[in-house]
Every structure is written in structure tokens, then in C-alpha cells.
């Protein structure tokens, strides 16, 4: 199982280009698989462009940072 601690921390350095953009992301739960989901905020709740917030930003930085994640998913 990946440490939450450890997904936190990355989502922590993602989180200051969201908020300039008026959005933000929120850690929901990491499931047994290593599958991160997450609650885009904001602006990012409903921009037309959150998928590739969501797959090209977060999914990729968290990836390189924690080769376990396998994927990650907004709920």
C-alpha cells in the first residue's frame, strides 16, 4: 500500500499552480490496487480542461514521483 503521507506531500507541491488558476485538489483515498482518487476544487471542478489537469499534471507528477500509483482518478 502506498503511504498517504507520501501522496500527500507531492499533491502538496502540485497545489500552488491549481490555486493560481482558482482551483485546487483534494487526496480522497488511495485504494488497495495503488489507484489515487481525488476531488478536483474550484475552477478545476468544472474546467473543460480538468482531464488533462488531472492526467497530465497530477497523474504524471505523482507516477514520477511514486512509481506505484498506478493511476489516478477524480470522484
Same mark, same amino acid.
Given at each position: ?24 485538489? /483534494?487526496?480522497? /483515498?488511495?485504494? /488497495? ?34 512509481? /506505484? ?7
Amino acid at each position: 500500500m502506498i503511504d498517504k503521507n507520501k501522496v500527500q506531500e507531492v499533491i502538496n507541491k502540485i497545489r500552488p499552480a491549481l490555486q493560481r488558476d482558482g482551483g485546487d485538489v /483534494e487526496l480522497v /483515498e488511495i485504494t /488497495e490496487d495503488n489507484v489515487v482518487k481525488v476531488r478536483l476544487t474550484g475552477a478545476c471542478g468544472h474546467c473543460p480542461m480538468s482531464i488533462m489537469t488531472l492526467k497530465g499534471g497530477i497523474e504524471a507528477t505523482l507516477k514520477q514521483d511514486i512509481p /506505484e500509483v498506478k493511476a489516478v482518478e477524480a470522484v
